[in-house]
């Protein structure tokens, strides 16, 4: 019987790329990417001959492709399942065939590596012994300050991923609905040459974007809430909330 192996590849710096996953990219008989000119485009920074059959795993196709991918495992193949950058699954395809192998009981595995999650949480100097992954925010306003306003008592670390294109509406409506007042760290190009992280109050970040606009990839990490805030949120809760949590 083979194995599913999901691999973590760099974030931007090739050499993050562990001996792990480049012994993978040589002696794997699949290699399931996401995005397949990106996998030969990292194979080739590493300088390694793939030599495994080679298929596209993307959100679109991977709920067909999973046991297709099974199957090959299921007569003695290792799978190797990359996505086009950090850890597969989070918010990368991924998770349809982990799900799909534990249902058909064939064993996966995973080569740990790069996640710009956890090195923005390790970089941020916020608490990070607790801490809550929240992924991309809606991109809706009404839906993202809906959804922010489900974590106005969040008392854990919160951590965010945005996209340039977003991060000024992002901001505003995090200063409106969580306050100026929070500490955060916008950390941007991650183990890039331009790696940068911005930390201080929500308030100061926002006000330093319109001088100063960050590009590239970034990961918004935010303090909880304080002991004071979760108060508040619970004295602002009707009736009828704070009676559904006293049955809850
Ligand atoms: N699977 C990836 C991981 O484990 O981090 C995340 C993939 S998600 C589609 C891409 C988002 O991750 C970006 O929009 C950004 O928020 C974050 N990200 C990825 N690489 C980054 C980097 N080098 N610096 C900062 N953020 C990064």
């Known amino acids: 019987r083979g194995t599913v192996v999901l691999a973590a590849t760099p974030i931007g710096n090739t050499a993050d790329a562990s001996a792990r996953l480049v012994a993978l990219l040589e002696r794997a008989d699949v ?4 995005d397949t000119r990106r996998l030969y485009a990292l194979a080739n920074r590493l ?5 495994g059959r080679v298929v596209a795993n993307h959100d679109h196709n991977e709920r067909g492709m999973a046991d297709r991918l099974l199957d090959e495992a299921e007569t003695g193949a290792t799978v190797l399942l990359v996505s086009d950058a950090g850890m597969p699954t989070i918010n990368d395809p991924g998770l349809a065939v982990v799900r ?47 959804h922010l ?20 509406e992002a901001m505003a409506d995090l200063e409106a609905v969580l306050g100026p007042d929070r500490p955060m ?50 004295q602002s809760l009707g ?7 006293a049955i809850a």
């Open 185 to 234: 760290a916008l950390c941007r190009e991650l183990t890039k040459d331009y790696e940068q992280i911005r930390r201080g109050t929500i308030g100061e970040i926002r006000a330093g974007l319109s001088a100063d606009p960050p590009r590239g990839e970034m990961v918004l990490v935010i303090g909880g809430a304080s002991e004071e805030e979760q108060a508040a949120s619970m």
């Open 100 to 146: 799909r192998a534990i249902e058909r009981g064939v064993p996966v595995t995973c080569a740990p590596g790069p996640s710009a999650v956890l090195d923005a949480l390790a970089l941020s100097g916020l608490p990070t012994d607790r801490f809550c992954y929240e992924g991309f925010l809606p991109r809706k306003h009404g839906e993202r300050v809906a």
């Open 239 to 245: 009736v009828e909330e704070l009676a559904d949590l």
């Open 47 to 51: 300088g390694v001959h793939v030599s």
């Open 149 to 168: 306003r489900q974590l106005k008592a969040e008392p854990r670390t919160i951590v965010f991923y945005e996209t340039v294109h977003r991060i000024d």
């Open 31 to 34: 290699v399931a990417a996401e």
